[in-house]
């Protein structure tokens, strides 16, 4: 039988622990440490594998002489559904679950999504045994044995990774199941990914859309030139009757795309999603049921939660950014207050004429803030007391890479503002 140890905190220490206790109970077990890449790593075994059933383990983890023999009969018993077995630790010491230790093969490679997701799926790698259960629950069943033959890992992680809030923030996203499509044939909100070699991002973003419990939605994906593998994972999804992906065969720029998107636009809402965040399951239900029982507003925008990428792509909680409880125009300008996610009113965008593409910068940068500011010139824009979107702060990103920009940006758009307020007040004078 296959078994894997997932080292996911990289503990050598930890990891020894576990393969001897291996080694002392399964003679005859093929013991595969996994230091990386892990769903790769288990689904190229498990297809070359001929065993049926096959085993998970995390560093730090043990298991006793007992274990085989224990193994023996409940693997005997184990019912023609049922997808393995989940060991809860006989002590409560974990608040987090760890997902099945012992697996069915034929659950994991059959259905429409065969196989652990990777990375490029899912940036939490250390989820995959939870998200394969969450995946599989649907459809088959999990039987629950305590036992005193296996020991789980004490609690390792450091302070610094906040894996309580990690976890508080992933589990809705990780349980939730693509929404069921709306029977209207008119989407009441349009949900917009603009793109650029993003293509190891783009999957865990479609994701969230696919799983918002308000199914009233469209989504629309413009492809701005991009030269990484985002036509092929793009091509996975054409069939997806509420999906439309459109591409442009040179780059240009964040405000040209927005107002590609929004001439095909079908929603009487429009929400912003970067490729490389993704939005709570509730995100649209919130915001739909704000645009159902107030009156009219310009656009929407609420908390986010922030994520720090570090170089090697691990995701680090933050904290839960509050936005401005009122919207300021002076206050946004002055500290660049990013505001995630945005709710735009369609035909208010439309009005304006959409996002002006000749900036300095050739609309490429901060097309939030002028379209904010723009619309709450003529009408009100509204906070929503709640965190309905995940931002990553990363290195490479388009704002972080161009953060010297913004003065110059704020001078222009000062003037630009400031011209036209002063011609509408002369034009005020002459038709006086």
Not at 332 to 347: E, G, I, M, N, T
Request: glycine share 4%.
């Amino acid at each position: 039988m296959l078994v894997f140890i997932l080292n996911t905190d990289h503990q050598e220490l930890a990891l020894r622990l576990t393969e001897h206790s291996v080694r002392k109970t399964f003679a005859d077990a093929r013991m595969i440490s996994v230091h990386a890449d892990y769903a790769d790593v288990i689904n190229r075994e498990i297809r070359e594998d001929s065993s049926s059933f096959f085993i998970t383990l995390f560093a730090g983890e043990r298991i006793t002489d007992l274990f085989f023999e224990e193994l023996k009969g409940w693997l005997r018993n184990l019912p023609g559904d049922s997808a393995g077995i989940i060991l809860p630790p006989m002590k409560q010491t974990q608040s987090i679950p760890r997902g099945p230790v012992i697996w069915r093969k034929e659950a994991i490679l059959t259905g429409d999504n065969p196989g652990f997701l990777t990375a490029r799926h899912l940036p939490f790698e250390h989820y995959i045994l939870l998200e394969m259960q969450f995946r599989l629950s649907p459809t088959w069943h999990w039987n629950e044995i305590r036992t005193d033959s296996w020991k789980c890992r004490q609690n390792q992680s450091a302070k610094w990774k906040n894996t309580r809030e990690e976890w508080d923030c992933l589990h809705p996203v990780l349980a939730a199941k693509p929404s069921a499509g709306s029977s209207s044939d008119h989407p009441l909100i349009s949900v917009v990914i603009c793109t650029y070699n993003n293509a190891g991002y783009l999957e865990w973003a479609i994701r969230s859309v696919l799983v918002q419990t308000f199914p009233e939605w469209e989504l629309l994906i413009v492809d701005d030139g991009s030269q990484d593998d985002t036509a092929r994972i793009l091509g996975d999804v054409t069939d997806n009757p509420r999906i439309s992906i459109f591409r442009n065969e040179v780059n240009r720029g964040k405000s040209f795309c927005l107002n590609q998107a929004l001439s095909k636009a079908e929603g009487s809402w429009l929400v912003e999603l970067d490729a490389d965040d993704w939005l709570t399951p509730d995100c649209l239900a919130v915001f739909a049921d704000k645009v159902n029982n107030m009156t009219k507003q310009g656009a929407y925008y609420a908390d986010h939660y922030e994520w720090f990428e570090r170089d090697n792509k691990q995701l680090i909680f933050r904290k839960r950014k509050s936005a401005l409880s009122t919207f300021s125009p002076e206050i946004l300008l002055d500290q660049a207050y990013p505001l995630a996610p945005r709710c735009y009113h369609v035909q208010s965008l439309k009005e304006l004429g959409g996002w002006w593409e000749s900036d300095p910068f050739g609309g490429r940068l901060y097309e939030d803030f002028q379209m904010l500011i723009r619309l709450s010139l003529k009408q009100p824009v509204q906070h929503i007391d709640k965190a309905l979107y995940h931002r990553r702060l990363r290195k490479g990103s388009m704002t972080s890479s161009n953060h010297t920009c913004y003065e110059s940006w704020k001078r222009w758009f000062h003037s630009i503002i400031e011209l036209g307020q002063s011609l509408k007040k002369s034009e005020s004078k002459g038709s006086d």
